[in-house]
């Protein structure tokens, strides 16, 4: 199918199936006239692209881990091991937020935020 159609069939921009064309997530084949020709899978790819990256996957852990979810014999379990391991990284960037909070609300009515904590402004 032409670029068109896959941007059609996704939601996606043209420019966007091009971007992830050059970065190596999905591939199509030139034409004689040039065209991009996508083969229908891509569909259900670029459909588990967006997904992974609402639940917060990075493009390169995508491109990733989708060459091993490929050939995993239970996809499922493939999966849940990766949603996992994206459980510890929130977590453990959740506790670097809230130790942040912590120590941008101790700074509040300080005078100069901007100085250490406990020296005199």
């Given at each position: 199918?032409?670029?068109?159609?896959?941007?059609?069939?996704?939601?996606?921009?043209?420019?966007?199936?091009?971007?992830?064309?050059?970065?190596?997530?999905?591939?199509?084949?030139?034409?004689?006239?040039?065209?991009?020709?996508?083969p229908p899978e891509a569909v259900a790819w670029l459909d588990y692209?967006?997904?992974?990256?609402?639940?917060?996957?990075?493009?390169?852990?995508?491109?990733?881990?989708?060459?091993?979810?490929?050939?995993?014999?239970?996809?499922?379990?493939?999966?849940?091991?990766?949603?996992?391991?994206?459980?510890?990284?929130?977590?453990?960037?959740?506790?670097?937020?809230?130790?942040?909070?912590?120590?941008?609300?101790?700074?509040?009515?300080?005078?100069?935020?901007?100085?250490?904590?406990?020296?005199?402004?």
């Amino acid at each position: 199918m032409r670029i068109g159609e896959l941007a059609a069939r996704t939601g996606l921009s043209r420019d966007t199936i091009r971007f992830y064309e050059k970065v190596g997530l999905v591939e199509g084949r030139r034409l004689a006239n040039g065209y991009r020709d996508f083969p229908p899978e891509a569909v259900a790819w670029l459909d588990y692209v967006r997904t992974a990256q609402t639940l917060g996957f990075s493009l390169a852990e995508i491109a990733r881990n989708g060459e091993a979810l490929r050939g995993a014999p239970d996809t499922a379990e493939a999966l849940s091991a990766l949603f996992e391991e994206k459980i510890h990284v929130v977590d453990a960037r959740m506790a670097e937020l809230a130790a942040l909070r912590a120590e941008l609300a101790a700074r509040v009515g300080t005078g100069c935020p901007l100085l250490a904590a406990g020296r005199p402004g």
